[in-house]
Nanobody, 112 residues
Framework: QVQFVESGGDLVQPGGSLRLSCTVS????????MNWVRQAPGKGPEWVST????????HYASFVKGRFTASRDNAKNTLYLQMNTLKPEDTALYYC?????RGQGTQVTVSS
């Protein structure tokens, strides 16, 4: 059974930082590129980043460039998203995804 479990979401003030994790089981994690996707209330899913299977290259949406850093540890079957200089518009449910699989997500709320 394939499982994606995200964690690390929280309520944070504007300008703050968070580190999200996504631990995967039930598939050969190191074979797959991994995506972070977010969905704000009342809006559709929004792609955030894609990290290649080896973790050597990541592409980012323009709205997070320079603020977010995605990485992965294939030995731990885990994908990370370091988020700095958070803004209220970053408020969303963040989830990891590849192919037809995704997790339930972790909630990030940026508010003073």
């Amino acid at each position: 059974q394939v499982q994606f479990v995200e964690s690390g979401g929280d309520l944070v003030q504007p300008g703050g930082s968070l580190r999200l994790s996504c631990t995967v089981s039930g598939l050969a994690f190191s074979n797959y590129p991994m995506n972070w996707v977010r969905q704000a209330p009342g809006k559709g899913p929004e792609w955030v980043s894609t990290t290649n299977s080896g973790g050597t290259n990541t592409h980012y949406a323009s709205f997070v460039k320079g603020r977010f850093t995605a990485s992965r540890d294939n030995a731990k079957n885990t994908l990370y998203l370091q988020m700095n200089t958070l803004k209220p518009e970053d408020t969303a449910l963040y989830y990891c995804q590849t192919n037809n699989w995704r997790g339930q997500g972790t909630q990030v709320t940026v508010s003073s």
